[in-house]
C-alpha cells in the first residue's frame, strides 16, 4: 500500500472521475461538486460520507462496471451478451467452442478476454452432464477479473484495491467451495498460471464487493441476471436501514441517489440482505458472506426500530405482550427471548425452529395460491406479532397475487378480497415506512397495487348510486395521491424493467384519473347518494376490467 494513500482512496476518486466522465450530462454533470467523501473508520473500513445535505431523489453518483459476468450457480448463458441458451448446439464460439448466440457475440462484452485462455487449454463444459460443470460460469467471472491484469491494467488496479477478506474466509466452507470450483478449475483445467492466493483474492473480491445486475437484452423483454462490481456503489457501507436508491439503466449504468434527506457529515449506505427479513436472518447472511457483525441501529433494537418485525405473541394466558429477543447483536445468536410484559422467557433456539417451520411451510405452496397464503397466515397470525417478517411476507405475496392471478383476477374480486387486498399493501407500507422510508422499489410497486382495488371499490360504490359526491371525490383524490407516490418512487427504472413500466403504465392511469376527477366534479347531484345519507353497503354487482376505464364509466353514466 502507498504510504500516502494507505485506504487506496486516490484510486476510488480517480475511478470516480472516470465514471462520471462517461455518463450524460443530464445524470451528472462532469463539472458538479462532489458531494461525499470516501473515509476510513471502524468497523467500516473505507466508507462513503455526505459533504454536505443530500435532499431526497438528489442523484448522488454514477457508477460502472469495473467487470460483469454469470452469477453462481448459472445456467447456460452466453457469455457474450449473456442471453439463456437453450441448447449446446445453438453456436458455438469459432475460437474456444463455448456456446454462444451467433458470431457477433463472439466479440462481444467481455468475451474475448477469457476466450484465449479457454481455447489455448482446449477446455469446453461438458454438453452431456451439465450438472457436473455447473461451476464453470461462476469462475468464468474470476477468469474475467484476471484477465484484466493483462488487457486492462487501469481496471485491475482499482479491482486489486477492493476488500477481499482473505483471512477471515480462509478454511470456511466459502474459502473450500471456491477452491474447488474456482481456483482449482482454473489452474487445473484452463492452465491459468496465477498464484492460487491471487485467484482467491479474486472470489474474496467478488463475494464481499458484487452487485447482481439485473436487465433485460436490448430490443426484447427477455431478462438477464448476472453479478458486476461496481467500485463506487462497493464503497457504501451496509445498514440495515438504508438511504441511498440504486437504479441499474440499459446499459448497466448504476445511479445512486438519496432515498431520503441524508445529513452532511451522514454515511451514504446500501442494503446488502434483504430489507423484508429478521434480524437473525439478516446478520448470519451478513456474516457468512461479507464477513462482518452488523451492529446498526435496526441491528441493536429488539423491536427493530418500533416495527416488531421479529416479536412474537406471548403465549402466557391474557398476557398480550410480545416476545423479544434480550441481545440482538448477540455474536453467538443463542439470547434467550423475553415477554415484554410477564418477563416469560423462550430460548432462541426454540424461536429459531419456529421461524425454520414456518420457512418450511410457505416453500411448499404452489406461486400464487391463495387459499394456502392464507391458511398460513390463520394459523400462524396469533403466535406472531401482527408486524412479523413472516405474516409481513404472507401480506406483501398477497398484495401482489390478489387481482393478478387466475380466478381472483380484480374484477373477479369479492369486496372481502378487495378489502384484503387493500390491508395487505396498507400493513407492508406501514412497515416499509419505518424501515425502507422514501424512494424505493418495493414502496412503489405496493402502492400501485393498493390504488387498483380503492379505485375499484370507489367506481362500483358509483355505478350503484351508493356514495355521495364528496366521499367519491374524496376516494379518488386518494388513489390520484397513491399513484403519484407509485410514478415518484419509480420515475427513475429503465422502461425496459418491470418497474419502469409499472411507472408508464401509473403515469397514463393517472392522466386518466385526473380527467375523471374533473368530470366528476361537474356531475349533477343525483347521480350520488345524498350528502346527509349514510353510504349503504355496496352491492356485489359483477364488475368487468373496463370498469377501471374512464371510457367505460363515462359510457355507463351516459346511458343513465
Ligand atoms: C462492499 S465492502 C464496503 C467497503 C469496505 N469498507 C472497504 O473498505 O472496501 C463490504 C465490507 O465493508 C465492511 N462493512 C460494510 N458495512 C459494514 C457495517 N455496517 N459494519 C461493519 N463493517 C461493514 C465489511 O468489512 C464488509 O465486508
Redesign the pocket.
Known amino acids: 500500500m502507498a504510504e500516502d494513500d494507505p485506504?487506496h482512496l486516490n484510486i476510488m476518486y480517480n475511478w470516480f472521475k472516470y465514471s462520471v466522465s462517461k455518463v450524460p450530462p443530464h445524470v451528472l454533470h462532469e463539472q458538479e461538486e462532489r458531494k461525499w467523501n470516501i473515509e476510513?473508520k471502524e468497523?467500516?473500513?473505507?466508507?462513503t460520507i455526505a459533504v454536505r445535505d443530500i435532499k431526497e431523489g438528489e442523484v448522488i453518483f454514477v457508477d460502472h462496471p469495473v467487470v460483469t459476468g454469470p452469477k453462481q450457480n448459472s445456467t447456460i448463458m452466453c457469455l457474450g451478451c449473456y442471453r439463456r441458451i437453450e441448447s449446446w448446439d445453438e453456436y458455438r464460439c469459432s475460437k474456444c467452442g463455448w456456446p454462444l448466440c451467433s458470431a457477433k457475440c463472439e466479440k462481444m462484452g467481455y468475451h474475448p478476454m477469457e476466450c484465449q485462455f479457454y481455447a489455448d487449454s482446449g477446455y469446453i463444459p461438458c454438453a452431456s452432464d451439465f450438472t457436473e460443470d455447473q461451476y464453470v460460469y461462476e469462475a468464468t467471472l474470476s477468469l474475467r477479473c484476471f484477465c484484466l491484469s493483462i488487457y486492462e491494467p487501469d481496471k485491475w488496479k482499482t479491482l486489486m484495491a477492493?476488500?477481499s477478506?482473505n483471512d477471515p474466509r480462509r478454511g470456511t466452507e466459502l474459502w473450500e467451495r471456491e477452491e474447488a470450483n474456482v481456483v482449482n478449475f482454473l489452474k487445473e483445467k484452463v492452465k491459468v498460471s496465477a498464484d492460487p492466493e491471487l485467484l482467491h483474492t479474486i472470489t474474496g473480491i467478488l463475494d464481499?464487493?458484487c452487485h447482481e445486475v439485473r436487465s433485460t437484452l436490448p430490443g426484447t423483454k427477455d431478462e438477464y441476471r448476472v453479478r458486476g462490481v461496481y467500485p463506487l456503489c462497493?464503497?457504501?457501507?451496509?445498514?440495515c436501514s438504508n438511504n441511498t436508491h440504486h437504479t441499474l439503466m440499459d446499459d448497466m449504468t448504476m445511479v445512486v441517489m438519496a432515498s431520503r434527506p441524508i445529513k452532511k457529515g451522514e454515511q451514504i449506505?446500501a442494503t446488502?440482505t434483504h430489507i423484508l427479513s429478521a434480524t437473525t436472518e439478516r446478520r448470519k447472511h451478513?456474516k457468512f458472506g461479507?464477513?462482518?457483525?452488523?451492529?446498526?441501529d435496526r441491528c441493536k433494537d429488539p423491536t427493530e426500530l418500533g416495527t416488531y418485525f421479529g416479536a412474537l405473541r406471548c403465549s402466557q394466558p391474557g398476557c398480550g405482550g410480545n416476545v423479544l429477543c434480550t441481545d440482538p447483536v448477540c455474536i453467538t445468536n443463542d439470547a434467550p427471548w423475553k415477554c415484554d410484559r410477564c418477563r416469560h422467557q423462550i430460548p432462541a433456539e426454540t424461536v429459531e425452529r419456529l421461524n425454520k417451520i414456518v420457512y418450511y411451510e410457505l416453500r411448499q405452496h404452489e406461486e400464487g395460491d391463495i387459499a394456502a397464503l392464507e391458511n398460513i397466515f390463520k394459523k400462524y397470525q396469533f403466535v406472531f406479532h401482527p408486524q412479523h417478517f413472516h405474516l409481513i411476507g404472507v401480506k406483501h405475496t398477497l398484495s401482489q397475487v390478489y387481482g393478478r392471478v387466475s380466478g381472483y383476477l380484480l374484477p373477479q374480486l369479492t369486496e372481502a378480497q378487495m378489502q384484503r387486498k387493500i390491508e395487505c399493501c396498507q400493513d407492508l407500507l406501514k412497515v416499509l415506512d419505518v424501515i425502507d422510508p422514501g424512494i424505493s422499489r418495493l414502496r412503489g410497486l405496493t402502492l400501485y397495487e393498493l390504488h387498483a382495488p380503492l379505485l375499484l371499490k370507489a367506481n362500483k360504490a358509483f355505478q350503484s348510486t351508493n356514495i355521495t359526491k364528496s366521499e367519491f371525490l374524496e376516494k379518488l383524490r386518494e388513489a390520484e395521491g397513491y399513484l403519484r407516490r407509485t410514478v415518484y418512487c419509480l420515475q427513475y427504472e429503465p422502461v425496459s424493467a418491470f418497474e419502469g413500466e409499472i411507472c408508464k403504465i401509473s403515469r397514463n392511469s393517472l392522466k386518466e384519473l385526473l380527467s375523471w376527477i374533473e368530470v366528476v366534479k361537474g356531475l349533477p347531484s343525483e347521480h350520488f347518494l345524498p350528502e346527509c345519507v349514510d353510504l349503504l353497503p355496496p352491492t356485489a354487482a359483477s364488475l368487468t376490467e373496463e370498469d377501471l376505464t374512464l371510457e367505460s364509466l363515462l359510457k355507463k353514466l351516459e346511458e343513465q
Open positions: 485506504h476510513y468497523p467500516y473500513g473505507r466508507c477492493m476488500e477478506h464481499v464487493n462497493a464503497m457504501m457501507s451496509h445498514f449506505t446488502y451478513l461479507k464477513f462482518f457483525d452488523c451492529v446498526c
